[in-house]
């Protein structure tokens, strides 16, 4: 197969920029230039007539050292009947719709599918009435996203491989299969150059199950580019308690999304899922109330890090606070009991003991590990009405849905 192979990246002069600032995503990728891209990199196949006949044009990008490889695509302009696919070859059973037209939202500028491995093969097809244009540069790939964090550890590069042993896995605890279900890992472009990622979960409304998704306003922060190319994924977590969690590339996805409503002032962002969404998800309720009393217990369900699924307990410790670092004042300190929060887990939701949403997490005490004791999430606050209201127009769902699994 031919290859496009990027030298191996240095991470140790990086390392003061690969966390991230505070109050922005934890970043898990980098992107990468990819110069001079032509045609000639890649091979030309001749599909079989028995197969619809036509061309393929093949090419692997190989990225050494890298947990996973996403290829940017600029000047998208295929022509009618053509199609780009990308997918990981080790996991070819796990495909995502094939690219047309001008992409995904018609701009001609998107990231392709995140391959979780250090390669990424990009396929194009051209039926026989468009074979002539062939030849013609109809996409360009200008650069690539380097996944440089694993997503089994959470942690930079193959160094350390030891997560916090305070973790609690979701899976040990039967009480929230259903609920966690509901949660998400993101993954989007963060600025300047990066890939980072947070956590949200689908939230329910009065009617049909429209793909509303709640995370953290300083997740998305209103970016066009961050909301059109989110990547949710769905069931990243064991099958048993304390078990080895699935392939992150073998479990669904949903891809895009669009703006519903933000309200920085408690860190919050509802936006509508565009892609697919499984089936068997489930769609949290919310209570809608402005505020948690003191001492009431709450849970959080989350991805650390960008990990597979964990679970934390705790209780309201002050029912109005803030937090400077993603400017939300209108906010509930948690003291924590058992389980812990990491970067990563931004945007996931604040649970009551019955499973509704009452909140999603903004910031963390320092540092982070085994002693943390605080994190601050944002609460409905003087927004408590607004949330509903905008969930249950259903012109939202008629005029935006295009996902029905």
């Not at 996403?70 to 990981?88: C, I, R, S, W």
């Not at 989007?188 to 793909?211: E, H, K, R, V, Y």
């Not at 019955?354 to 943390?372: I, K, T, Y």
Request: hydrophobic share 35%; with cysteine.
């Amino acid at each position: 197969m031919p290859t496009e192979e990027l030298p191996v990246l240095d991470l140790v002069p990086l390392m003061d920029q690969l966390d991230g600032p505070v109050g922005e995503p934890v970043r898990e990728g980098i992107e990468r230039a990819m110069p001079f891209f032509d045609l000639g990199m890649g091979a030309w196949l001749e599909v079989p007539e028995a197969s619809g006949g036509g061309w393929m044009w093949v090419l692997d990008i190989h990225l050494p050292g890298a947990f996973g490889v996403k290829p940017h695509f600029t000047n998208f302009a295929l022509p009618e009947g053509a199609e780009v696919l990308v997918y990981d070859p080790q996991i070819p059973d796990n495909l995502p719709s094939p690219y047309r037209g001008n992409g995904p939202k018609g701009l001609g500028d998107f990231w392709g599918w995140t391959c979780w491995s250090d390669r990424s093969r990009v396929e194009v097809y051209y039926p026989p009435s468009v074979g002539a244009q062939r030849f013609d540069l109809s996409f360009a790939i200008d650069k690539v996203a380097h996944i440089y964090r694993s997503p089994v550890t959470g942690n930079i590069g193959y160094f350390n491989t030891r997560e916090f042993p305070c973790h609690l896995d979701r899976t040990c605890y039967s009480n929230w299969w259903q609920v966690g279900d509901s949660v998400g890992r993101m993954q989007f472009p963060t600025t300047p150059g990066f890939i980072g990622n947070c956590s949200g979960a689908m939230l329910n409304q009065t009617g049909d199950l429209a793909p509303f998704f709640l995370t953290a306003r300083h997740c998305m922060q209103d970016i066009s580019s961050r909301l059109d190319n989110l990547e949710v994924y769905w069931f990243y977590q064991s099958s048993t308690c304390n078990g080895a969690p699935p392939s992150i590339g073998s479990v669904p996805r949903s891809v895009g999304s669009s703006y519903v409503l933000t309200t920085p002032v408690n860190d919050m962002s509802l936006v509508m899922i565009d892609g697919t969404v499984p089936r068997n998800l489930w769609w949290s309720g919310t209570a809608f109330i402005d505020h948690v009393p003191e001492d009431w217990n709450i849970v959080g369900i989350h991805h650390p890090a960008g990990t597979h699924k964990r679970i934390s307990f705790g209780n309201i410790w002050d029912e109005f606070d803030s937090c400077g670092a993603t400017n939300m004042s209108q906010g509930a300190e948690i003291d924590w009991d058992a389980g812990i929060i990491e970067p990563g887990s931004s945007g996931s939701p604040m649970f009551l003991l019955d499973g509704r949403v009452v909140g999603v997490l903004s910031c963390n005490e320092l540092p982070h590990g085994c002693g943390q004791d605080s994190s601050y999430y944002g609460r409905w606050g003087s927004y408590v009405s607004d949330y509903p209201n905008v969930m249950n127009a259903s012109a939202w769902d008629d005029s935006s849905e295009n996902n029905d699994s």
